[in-house]
């Protein structure tokens, strides 16, 4: 009876011990990670840091992981946006009133955890991954880039989905938009003023024309893609200057801004060809030229927008005199 005494006290303490043991682990863990968090939202995991913090229990917080590849050497055009954006989300969270240890982000680069990669099976990026606390992944617990971009916003309505955590995101401000609208508005007043004794131009077909088809150019040539997911005014590599992004799935400021001329181009030179016969002042020369215009707008302006096609659509088959 004594030695089945015995045996059951040195259990009890074994399992206190052990008891103790995972939660002086858990607190550490948590100690690392908030300590981390606070130098920047955004934790870089090596093999290590990942094993240890990510992966390996005890764990009572959720960690959502960015998976990809920033080294221009890995040619990912949607990455550096993607990493971008996520960090906003992170910021958001760091600086929000909902920030706690319970949730945190962490990023992994291909160039600094390539035997993470191989263990998640990941043969592409960028790629998010919520880890639970408790549970393990689940299909809804990776971000369906392909579905809702890599806007901040879209992955904040994921990260609540998963750990009913909401995120309110904050941006800075975007000067750059202000100012372009600021200019266009002094730019017309400015010729409206100089041409305030002759405004018959404003009962123009073709400048009514112009302006409502440059209008409909402006949004179809990606203005609501760029206001949903925020991508950089230009590429972000600092070893080369990229205007069009090499990736069906991304798009840059300056390349929706070129693409919206292209459009334009096409529609004026149409409008073009469409109201020369109409002239009726100099008719003979006057008409001649503004036909003639007009087909090389829309020769050129559609070759050319074919050509952007081909380049970010490898394969596309049809080119028509720009390659």
């Avoid at 050509?307 to 596309?316: E, H, I, L, P, T």
């Amino acid at each position: 009876m004594k030695h089945f005494v015995s045996i059951y006290f040195l259990l009890t303490i074994v399992s206190i011990n052990n008891v103790l043991s995972k939660e002086d682990v858990l607190v550490d863990k948590i100690q690392q990670l908030t300590s981390l968090s606070y130098k920047t939202p955004v934790i870089r995991f090596n093999n290590e840091r990942f094993k240890t913090l990510v992966k390996s229990a005890p764990r009572n917080y959720s960690v959502v992981v960015m998976f990809t590849a920033l080294s221009p050497q890995r040619q990912c055009s949607i990455c550096q946006p993607a990493h971008d954006d996520f960090v906003v989300l992170a910021e958001s969270y760091r600086y929000s009133e909902t920030f706690s240890n319970k949730l945190f982000f962490g990023m992994v680069d291909f160039d600094e955890g390539q035997e993470i990669f191989q263990q998640m099976k990941l043969n592409t990026a960028p790629v998010f991954i919520h880890f639970p606390a408790k549970e393990k992944s689940k299909k809804a617990d990776q971000y369906d880039v392909s579905r809702w971009g890599i806007s901040a916003e879209h992955m904040a309505t994921w990260v609540k989905d998963r750990t009913e955590i909401e995120i309110q995101i904050f941006r800075p401000p975007n000067y750059l938009s202000f100012i372009l609208i600021g200019v266009s508005v002094v730019v017309i007043f400015v010729f409206l003023y100089l041409k305030r004794d002759n405004l018959g131009f404003l009962y123009s077909n073709i400048v009514w024309g112009i302006l409502a088809m440059g209008t409909v150019c402006y949004f179809i040539s990606g203005q609501t893609w760029n206001f949903i997911n925020n991508p950089p005014f230009i590429s972000n590599r600092r070893n080369e200057m990229e205007i069009f992004a090499n990736d069906s799935n991304m798009q840059y400021i300056v390349e929706t801004y070129i693409v919206f001329l292209l459009y334009f181009g096409v529609c004026a030179g149409m409008i073009l060809l469409n109201e020369a016969p109409k002239m009726r002042l100099q008719a003979g020369k006057r008409q001649t030229m503004l036909a003639i215009l007009g087909i090389l707008m829309v020769v050129f302006f559609f070759s050319y927008i074919l050509s952007v096609f081909r380049a970010k659509y490898q394969g596309y088959p049809y080119s028509f005199l720009i390659k």
